[in-house]
């Protein structure tokens, strides 16, 4: 089979660790038979020093008309300063608005070959296997009225959380339908006792979890979800909330597994779906070696899955990942002190090698 993936590499780190997930997708077309066609596309920081733009109408268009898009992390200090329309922020959402990427889901699986690279204890995270599903094109980043008024030390900023019933149902289904291909448990995070938009959140969750008896449900407070994913991590299956909250949530449970380069993400619900690692583009470690690829290819094998349905490939990149970690490599986020680390390209290398 063949199929056309639209490739934004990014900034800082982006090039590498994207790179490396290709060669893995090209590992898995020789082993399986399959092609992949790449086309390249600029967006991001990269985008804005070249187009002035985060995201230019060609590449958004290119997008649209892809099978996926692998992408690269944006940003980074050189475009702290502009304004908030043309950061490189912007062209992420952008780019989900535009494909109607409605839902985030970013698996967080603690491999036990890195039980001990977390600084938590790991009698408590051993066992950690949940799948974190954010709501991605509503809440907080998308609502109007927005924006900085006033002058001097009048100055004040707005933003504005809105959801409508539509879209907390149709993330909220979602979650339901995941659950039953893991472990029956979903658990729904809001803050229902004191804004209104989780009111509806809360009520429609409700609503929702009434057509999936067979599914064990419940609801958690915001601040208490922050507790126990660090007290009890292993009692969630499936968590399905908000657009900030799964943003803030889902890097605090990339903890859990050691580094945030081992967090993939799938960005999905529209024709094209949407796969990058869940970190920035550290750019302090630009060009090093030190980058950790993991969080990328795990991610390009939740393209094989979600988009391509090509479940046994995506399987074949997770177990290559697993045994690389079983045979001790480790990159520089993920090395006790002492410990032996290898490159970014060593590390890609091996997960290629290691494909059957």
Known sequence: MKFKIVVLRGDGIGPEIVGEAQNVLNRIGDVFGHSFEYEYHHAGGIAIDTFDSPLPSDTLKACQNSQAVLKGPFGGPKWDKIENKKRPEAGILALRKGLDLFANLRPVKLYDALKDAST????????????????????????????????????????????????????????????????????????????????????????????????????????????????????????????????????????????????????????VGLYEPSHGSAPDITGTGKANPLATILSAAMMLKYSFKLQRESDAIENAVESVLIAGLRTADLARKGEKTVTCSEMGAAVVKAIK
């Open 120 to 271: 938590l204890k790991p009698e408590v995270i051993q066992g950690t296997d949940m799948l974190i599903v954010r709501e991605l094109i509503s809440g907080i980043y998308f609502g109007e009225p927005r924006g900085l008024h006033g002058e001097g030390k009048d100055r004040y900023g707005v933003n504005t959380e809105i959801y409508r019933f539509s879209e907390v149902d149709r993330i909220v289904r979602l979650a339901f339908q995941l659950a039953e291909l893991r472990r029956k448990k979903v658990m729904s995070v809001d803050k229902f006792n004191v804004l209104e938009s989780s009111r509806l959140w809360h009520d429609v969750a409700e609503e929702v979890s009434k057509h999936f008896p067979h599914i064990a449900f419940e609801h958690q407070i915001v601040d208490n979800a922050a507790m126990q994913l660090i007290r009890e991590p292993r009692q969630f299956d499936v968590l399905v909330t908000t657009n900030m909250f799964g943003d803030i949530l889902s890097d605090e449970a990339a903890m859990l597994t050691g580094s945030l380069g081992m967090l993939p993400s799938a960005s999905i619900g529209g024709q």
